[in-house]
C-alpha cells in the first residue's frame, strides 16, 4: 500500500527568491499538509551526501554548490499516496518539459535550478524524512 508522507525541499532558487509561500500555498490548495519543517542552510557535506545516488553524474559538483548557495526548506508533506501525488504536482525535472500548473512550471528557472526536490519512491521518503528530521518528527508525521 502507498505511503501518505513524502518529502519535499524548497531548492535554494525558490526560497532566495522569496517564492516559498506560493510554493506551499499551491501544495496546501492540492490536498498536501504540512507535517514537519525547518529552514537551513546544507553544507557540501550534507549536499554531497543527500545526492550521493548522482555522485557519477556530470551535474554532480554543480548540484552540489547550488543546493548550498542559500538556505532551502525541507518539509514532510503528508496525503493519500503521497509520493506519486507530489512527483505529479512538482512536474518534470526540467521545467521546460513540465506540464501547465506544476510547481515546475510556475516556479523553476532552469534543469538544475527547478524550485522543488520531491521523493521518488516510499522507501527514499522515510530515508530523506529521517535525514532532515529527528526520530520523533518522523514518527509523529505518520
Ligand atoms: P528529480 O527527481 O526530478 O529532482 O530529478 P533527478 O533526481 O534526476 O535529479 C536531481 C536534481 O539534479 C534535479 O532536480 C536537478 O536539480 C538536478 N539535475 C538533474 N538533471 C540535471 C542535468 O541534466 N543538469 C543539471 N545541471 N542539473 C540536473
Redo the contacts with the bound molecule.
Keep these: 500500500m502507498a505511503g501518505n508522507i513524502t518529502l519535499t525541499i524548497i531548492?535554494p532558487d525558490a526560497f532566495g527568491a522569496g517564492k516559498a509561500g506560493k510554493v506551499l500555498a499551491h501544495l496546501e490548495q492540492q490536498g498536501f499538509t504540512v507535517r514537519a519543517a525547518r529552514v537551513m542552510h546544507l553544507t557540501q557535506a550534507q549536499a554531497g551526501e543527500f545526492?550521493g545516488?548522482?555522485r557519477e553524474?556530470?551535474?554532480y559538483g554543480?548540484?552540489v554548490s547550488?543546493m548550498t548557495s542559500g538556505p532551502c526548506m525541507p518539509m514532510i508533506l503528508e496525503k493519500a499516496d503521497a509520493v506519486a501525488s507530489l512527483r505529479t504536482a512538482?512536474g518534470?525535472?526540467?521545467p521546460a518539459q513540465a506540464d501547465e500548473g506544476t510547481v515546475r512550471k510556475l516556479f523553476a528557472e532552469?534543469?538544475?535550478?527547478?524550485a522543488i526536490?520531491?521523493s521518488?519512491s516510499d522507501e527514499n521518503a522515510e530515508r530523506e524524512s529521517r535525514f532532515f528530521f529527528s526520530e520523533s518528527d518522523v514518527l509523529a508525521a505518520k
Design positions: 531548492k545526492y545516488v548522482h553524474r556530470p551535474f554543480s548540484l547550488f512538482i518534470a525535472t526540467d532552469s534543469k538544475e535550478r527547478n526536490h520531491a521518488d
